[in-house]
């Protein structure tokens, strides 16, 4: 079984910066994708960033790419995701989860294993 535990998330102001983690246990994750995902009030899931374990290879949605950074230690099976220049439309819950093989990897159907999410409040 897996567990992933998201932290660090909170409330900051519009341009500031947050780091989230996801501290994953249980089986490995060496041959895996991690991603991250969000979520605002009254909307749909939306994927913002993947890595993968293996060799670190990222992908970012539009929305973020440049401000948002996908990394991995793979020493302490944890994820993280830096937010820099935050804006309000960046507040949600964010949750990270496992990839499922052989799938296109960007759909919140396309990743199991979620955590519990962590709040992102970006105020103006």
């Known amino acids: 079984q897996v567990q992933l535990v998201e932290s660090g998330g909170g409330l900051v102001q519009a341009g500031g910066s947050l780091r989230l983690s996801c501290a994953a246990s249980?089986?490995?994750?060496?041959?895996?994708?991690m991603g991250w995902f969000r979520q605002a009030p009254g909307k749909e899931r939306e994927f913002v960033a993947r890595?993968?374990?293996?060799?670190?290879?990222?992908y970012y949605a539009d929305s973020v790419k440049g401000r948002f950074t996908i990394s991995r230690d793979n020493a302490k099976n944890t994820v993280y995701l830096q937010m820099t220049s935050l804006q309000p439309e960046d507040t949600a819950v964010y949750y990270c989860?496992?990839?499922?093989?052989?799938?296109?990897?960007?759909?919140?159907?396309?990743?199991?294993?979620w955590g519990q999410g962590t709040q992102v409040t970006v105020s103006s």
């Open positions: 989860a496992r990839g499922r093989p052989y799938t296109a990897l960007i759909r919140p159907s396309d990743f199991d294993s």
């Open positions: 249980g089986r490995t994750f060496s041959s895996y994708i």
């Open positions: 890595i993968s374990w293996s060799n670190g290879s990222t």
